[in-house]
């Protein structure tokens, strides 16, 4: 009889140390499903890689040997020991890992409840599955209701009415910080979707600048574009001297 599992790290469960170690790269999904899909114990397999989390939602055989399977591909494509990351593995199947799944594209998971950002992902990362063929009717099925769940916690209770993301988050505590933003100097460390939508929010704000510092500089110059400035994250501590943010 197949069984639903999920297995993953998150924010809730490890260091953002260890968050970072775990993260995958975008364009190698489709190698890293199609990877799982060849472990021994695993039919069907979604993959959720986000800032906050590395979730892994699998149709297999038998709950054991899923486990088993899920941890040695994080550790084969992360090039970490298992021992550095089992034991903030968050692990649930069946009617848990539907309602755990459910919870996450509600955004009940996130660093900020209620944010939308996470059902979008929810979504990306099904349609990533479809497009491998790495899906069929169980976790088809578990992610379409997911969907659903999320948008009607969205659309019918109020978990959303203020703050929408991480990023949006971010802005309203410096807001509260320094006042307007309008007019002020605003360096972002970092280049990924999180950073991404800190600079729109602090551009609609009207900020007189925004300095992208980030560990690899052509990422920084990417999101930069014409509109802002860029450097190295070692130009931070000299960034500092000279924004108000």
Same mark, same amino acid.
């Given at each position: ?9 998150? &924010? ?75 034991? &903030? ?78 990023? &949006? ?58 509109? &802002? ?17």
């Amino acid at each position: 009889m197949s069984t639903v599992v999920a297995i993953g790290v998150t &924010h809730r469960s490890a260091p953002l140390s260890l968050l970072e170690r775990l993260a995958l790269d975008p364009a190698l999904l489709e190698k890293h499903l199609h990877d799982l899909l060849a472990r021994e114990h695993i039919n069907e397999a979604v993959v959720l890689s986000t800032c906050n989390r590395l979730e892994i939602f699998v149709g297999a055989e038998r709950f054991h040997g899923a486990y088993r399977d899920v941890r040695d591909f994080i550790s084969d494509i992360t090039f970490l020991p298992p021992d550095e990351f089992a034991d &903030h593995l968050e692990v649930t199947h069946d009617g848990d890992a539907v309602r755990h799944l459910f919870s996450v594209a509600a955004g009940l998971e996130s660093v900020v409840v209620g944010e939308h950002e996470i059902l979008g992902q929810v979504r990306d990362a099904w349609t990533a599955a479809q497009e491998a063929g790495a899906v069929g009717a169980s976790l088809n099925l578990l992610f379409r209701h997911a969907l659903e769940v999320g948008k009607r916690a969205r659309t019918e209770t109020d978990i959303a009415r203020h703050v929408t993301s991480v990023s &949006h988050a971010a802005v309203i505590m410096a807001d509260d910080h320094v006042g307007s933003l309008a007019g002020r100097s605003v360096a972002v460390v970092g280049a990924g979707s999180m950073a991404r939508g800190v600079v729109d929010f602090v551009t609609a704000r009207e900020a007189a600048s925004v300095t992208i510092l980030n560990r690899t500089p052509d990422n920084a110059r990417e999101l930069a574009g014409d509109a &802002h400035r860029w450097g190295p994250l070692e130009d931070l501590p000299a960034r500092l001297a000279d924004t108000d943010v």
